[in-house]
């Protein structure tokens, strides 16, 4: 039978209560205090994927309030841009593997971030204006995204429950329409001066000089420990992805 929303709540309560409760009891004992672990908050809604035409490139999902994290901790949405379908397919199969796999999906989040170099996505009030990290609170919320301009209403920007947060854009401050023109905009590039590559989201891309884009999209909880000595992850989300054309104005 086909969990409701409620039973997820439920079964996500229950899951947070026993690490809680596992965490006093070894506590209690005079064993080392566990970190409690973070579950997956993320529901998805609408999962674009390379296929998807201009009307359904967007990303819509929710989130579930984790009853177990502190006020420091937030959700956050990584991106990366490929140019290669290959690698792509390559690399989120990994991480999907190792979502569903029980002894290895809370180390997915370091492995997406620290071995395949996922940024977090930014966004501003309007181009040229600072960039900021996009984090969403601990709480129920309904999320959407789009990357990419074509034509009103299918414009880039976030919502969150319908309300407008900003244009989404990469780490660097730097618009996701590649096909277009002028100081935001910039298409992705394989970068061989060092200096260059700390400054840019875009270093790893595979050589060539084609046209054609892949932007896949995570999301994923964190929380600093009650040390501060470290960062715990939920496992994390695969929100899908979306094929850009650099050689096109509207995607």
């Given amino acids: 039978m086909k969990k409701t929303y409620s039973d997820r709540r439920k079964s996500l309560f229950f899951l947070v209560l026993f690490a809680v409760c596992l965490s006093f009891f070894n506590a209690g004992c005079g ?8 579950e997956d908050p993320f529901y998805t809604d609408n999962v674009p ?19 177990n994290a502190n006020a420091f901790g937030k959700g956050y949405i990584y991106y990366k841009i490929y140019n290669n ?11 999907e593997s190792m979502t569903s796999d029980s002894s290895r999906k809370y180390n997915a989040a370091t492995t997406l971030i620290n071995t395949y170099s996922y940024k977090e996505l930014h966004y501003v009030s309007s181009l040229g204006g600072s960039a900021a990290t996009l984090s969403l609170d601990n709480d129920s919320q309904d999320i959407y995204i789009r990357l990419t301009n074509y034509a009103d209403p299918f414009i880039a920007q ?11 854009v990469r780490y660097n401050g730097k618009s996701f329409d590649f096909g277009r023109t002028g100081e935001n905009y910039e298409k992705p590039v394989k970068l061989t001066n060092s200096s260059e590559e700390s400054a840019s989201d875009i270093r790893l891309l595979d050589s060539g000089n084609g046209n054609t884009f892949y932007v ?3 999301g994923v909880f964190s929380m600093p420990t009650e040390s501060f000595e470290k960062i715990i992850y939920s496992p994390v989300h695969y929100l899908g992805e979306v094929k850009i054309d650099a050689g096109a104005e509207n995607n």
């Fill in 31 to 38: 064993l080392d205090v566990i970190d409690s672990v973070l």
């Fill in 49 to 67: 994927n390379i296929e998807s035409g201009y009307e359904n490139c967007n990303f819509k999902f929710s989130t579930v309030k984790l009853d």
């Fill in 85 to 95: 379908s290959n690698r792509k397919n390559t690399e989120v199969n990994n991480i």
């Fill in 158 to 168: 976030i919502t969150v429950d319908n309300g407008a947060v900003g244009i989404p």
């Fill in 216 to 218: 896949v999209l995570f």
